[in-house]
Antibody, heavy 123, light 112 residues
Framework: EVQLVESGGVVVQPGGSLRLSCAASGFNFDEYTIHWLRQAPGRGLEWVSL????????NYAGSVKGRFTVSRDNRKNSVYLQMNSLSNEDTALYYC????????????????WGQGTLVTVSS | IVVTQSPDSLAVSLGERATINCKSS????????????LAWYQQKPGQPPKLLISWASNRESGVPDRFIGSGSGTDFTLTISSLQAEDMAVYYCQQYFSSVSTFGQGTKLEIK
């Protein structure tokens, strides 16, 4: 069974930093691109970032570029999202999701999602 | 690429048809494989989104056949042919054509 479990969400002050983790199981992790998405309270979905299956390609939404960094450790079946210079606008439930097709760099739908981890930026 | 859904909310009677529209600011057709890079998701309260339709019209395994994706170019539609109570949710379209994916703002579907 495919599972994605996010962790690391906490309350953090504006200007602070945080690292989220996404632990995966139930599929050949090192063959799949992983995406990060977020959803502010009561709002819609926003795609945030992706890291390709081999770690060679990363992309970011304009709203986070230069502040967020995505990485992966295929030995630990995990993806990470380092978030710096956080602002109130980054408050959201953060999801990781799996790319539909293997060995593809990201232009595919997202067929499995985690339950999300909540990041609250507040003083 | 900007993706715009309409309407923002919709109330439909059980057994009736629901139609949600999605318009992109540029064509989502990749000519090399003749596929439209457009997906539809369903999100119920307290749950992550669920993929319903990929490639504009390909229904995912296990998704009831009352969910129908259609469209081409820049205009796409999700139709629920006969609304069931369990279809109450927010529906999102997503373009995955560009390296920066984008979602529509969502359409909240309610039972009339």
């Amino acid at each position: 069974e495919v599972q994605l479990v996010e962790s690391g969400g906490v309350v953090v002050q504006p200007g602070g930093s945080l690292r989220l983790s996404c632990a995966a199981s139930g599929f050949n992790f090192d063959e799949y691109t992983i995406h990060w998405l977020r959803q502010a309270p009561g709002r819609g979905l926003e795609w945030v970032s992706l890291i390709s299956w081999d770690g060679r390609t990363t992309n970011y939404a304009g709203s986070v570029k230069g502040r967020f960094t995505v990485s992966r450790d295929n030995r630990k079946n995990s993806v990470y999202l380092q978030m710096n210079s956080l602002s109130n606008e980054d408050t959201a439930l953060y999801y990781c999701a799996k790319n539909m097709d293997s060995r593809n760099d990201g232009d595919r739908p997202l067929d499995y999602w985690g339950q999300g981890t909540l990041v609250t930026v507040s003083s | 690429i900007v993706v715009t859904q309409s309407p923002d909310s919709l109330a439909v009677s059980l057994g009736e048809r629901a139609t949600i529209n999605c318009k992109s600011s540029q064509s989502l057709l990749y000519s090399a494989n003749n596929k439209y890079y457009l997906a539809w998701y369903q999100q119920k309260p307290g749950q992550p989104p669920k993929l319903l339709i990929s490639w504009a019209s390909n229904r995912e395994s296990g998704v009831p056949d009352r969910f129908i994706g259609s469209g081409s170019g820049t205009d796409f539609t999700l139709t629920i042919s006969s609304l069931q109570a369990e279809d109450m949710a927010v529906y999102y379209c997503q373009q995955y054509f560009s390296s920066v994916s984008t979602f529509g703002q969502g359409t909240k579907l309610e039972i009339k």
